[in-house]
């Protein structure tokens, strides 16, 4: 099956610096990448859709001025978590999409924002 | 917008046991798929379903997507202890954005 990779797996950063988490589709190219937030033991809560070059869509309630969203490549969306605060500590999970409605999901990136 | 409810949000059972999760949406969707997260892992796609009333198998695994395409379920007969971890449905409208559904966390004891 296809595989996502993402980086790094687990961040650790002080408030107020910025953290960049990287998504990358290894063997397709994808048309459009999600990204995702998973609070412990909840569900997954689609933050924004990108597509390659492109704009990204962000959900209700998302600020596109904190997570900063690029999907420069058919192969690499990047996140950016702007000044980070301790209520950003979450699990954030990329996942990328072809063709089909399929969608492949990365490992996922522990942020801990201290 | 967009809403997916599932129950239970958890279900234990004794291993051998049959195990069910549902998913009702408050839309008609274009397909819904279903995801099996083993703790501390990530989504891992199992199927997708796509047809009014279709139902697929995967073995132990039995899908059903309702007549209305706004509900659906996942059955596992027997279950064995590899079966533990939570299942999400995610249903997609008409763009390619998924909704996902809070989770069944399952847990089967030996």
């Known amino acids: 099956g296809a595989v996502v990779s993402q980086h790094p797996s687990r961040v650790i950063c002080k408030s107020g610096t910025s953290v960049k988490i990287e998504c990358r589709s290894l063997?397709?190219?994808?048309?459009?990448m999600f990204w995702y937030r998973q609070f412990p033991k909840k569900s997954l809560m689609l933050m924004a859709t990108?597509?390659?070059?492109?704009?990204?869509?962000?959900e209700q309630g998302v600020e596109k001025d904190k997570f900063l969203i690029n999907h420069a490549s058919l192969t690499l969306s990047t996140l950016t978590v702007t000044s980070a605060h301790p209520e950003d500590s979450s699990f954030y999970i990329c996942?990328?999409?072809?063709?089909?409605?399929?969608?492949?999901f990365g490992p996922g990136t522990r942020l801990t924002v201290t | 917008g967009q809403q997916v409810m599932q129950i239970p949000q958890y279900q234990h059972v004794q291993e051998g046991e049959d195990f069910t999760t549902y998913c009702n949406s408050s839309t008609t969707l274009s397909n819904i798929q279903w995801y099996k997260q083993r703790p501390g892992g990530h989504p891992v796609f199992l199927i997708q379903?796509?047809?009014?009333?279709e139902v697929k198998k995967q073995k132990r695994l039995t899908f059903q997507f309702g007549e209305a395409k706004k509900n659906s379920s996942l059955h596992i007969t027997a279950t064995q202890t590899t079966d533990v971890g939570t299942y999400f449905c995610a249903g997609s409208g008409s763009a390619r954005q998924l909704t996902f559904g809070s989770g069944t966390q399952l847990t089967v004891l030996p």
């Open positions: 063997d397709f190219q994808a048309t459009t």
């Open positions: 996942s990328a999409s072809h063709a089909n409605y399929e969608q492949y």
């Open positions: 990108s597509n390659e070059g492109s704009k990204a869509t962000y």
């Open positions: 379903l796509v047809k009014s009333g």
